[in-house]
């Protein structure tokens, strides 16, 4: 079916004026919808939801309405109360003609329509310690947002996401492998990250365990809380929304923080060739904590911040493990452009992980602090 039919299937007022290739998503194919009338101009955003990624797109849909709607009530009472020190603000979905969340093309294929964050960008790293900083209020503000919500009303879109036990068990299925042990013979290095793994495999399932005991608590949380998926306002320069809330579910608001640090405090990015030039910048931490309490120290107890050293620690740990076992396995999950490159990959998330280690008393120290 033409794009143009599809996203007119959506009650969007105005004339079509243009329908685009929108974002750099890996995810969903994403398109950008210009509407306009005499008066106004509107801007919304159209994705095919991907099934391979996705297994059930009609559970993704109910919980996207499910998340919206709460977040959208949550942050008009606040609006109402003066709460907030800026408009926060959140994609809507648009309806179909029908009254329907989304529609479904000849291949069965769901799309949907939803609002663009107007006047926002995001960026790929982090640009400054001030925006750093907007990066953790905005991630605070959205598990704020989702952080009374009852878990058991989402249906989990990826079971098994950063259980980090399971990327484990993944790991040495991969190994009985005898393909995969040539790959790893052949190499030093190789070698050298599985003895790196080895050491860590208590350490690696210390927050399941915590979870399992009751000191923590599973909330809901993002799943995917990148740099690029929190929108800066282009104007004020401050954090006003969370993007891409496919992957939001229950689970262990530590996760979300951890996985935030891991992409805004090695500038080097995850391609870096140079280990040296890996590191683990403090300042940018420090910034992005401080503006993520603010906006959730609220709902945290004390064991809560007491696991986030744990889990800033964890989760280079948990991609590095992940690039590795895809190495082994022949490149099958995450996409290569050259031989060697989850390999290397692997090696950065490892050695990010070391320099978060080589500074745990002055990273836990800043976190007493806050």
Known sequence: MELALLVNKFNIKGRLVTLVPFGNG??????????????????????????????NPEAIMANMHAITLHCHEKLEADSEAGRDDRVWQMPRIIKTKGGGDFTTDENGDVWRV?????????????????????????????HYLISDMDPASIEDPLPGFHITSGYLRQYDETLKDPRANEILNASMEAKRLARYIEERRDFAVSLEKAEASGELKKRMFHGDPK???IMIDDFTGKGTAMIDLDTVSPGLVQIDVGDAVRS???????????LGKVTFDETLFQAFMKGYMKEAGAFMDDADRAWLYD?????????GLRFFQDYLAGDKYFKVRQPGQNLNRA????????????RERSIRAMLEKL
């Open 26 to 55: 890996n995810i969903n194919d994403t398109f950008l919808a210009v509407y306009r009338n005499t008066f106004t101009e509107t801007q919304v955003v159209l994705q095919r939801v991907n099934k391979a990624v996705f297994p």
């Open 114 to 142: 939803i609002t663009r964050i107007l006047s926002a960008h995001a960026f790929d790293s982090a640009q400054s310690p001030e925006h750093a900083l907007e990066c953790g209020a905005a991630l605070g503000h959205f």
């Open 227 to 229: 740099v690029n998926n």
């Open 264 to 274: 805004i405090c090695n500038p080097a990015g995850e391609e870096e060739l140079n």
């Open 311 to 319: 889990s800033v620690r964890l989760l280079p740990f948990e991609l």
């Open 347 to 358: 090696r950065v998330q490892f050695r990010l992980c070391e320099a978060i280690e080589a």
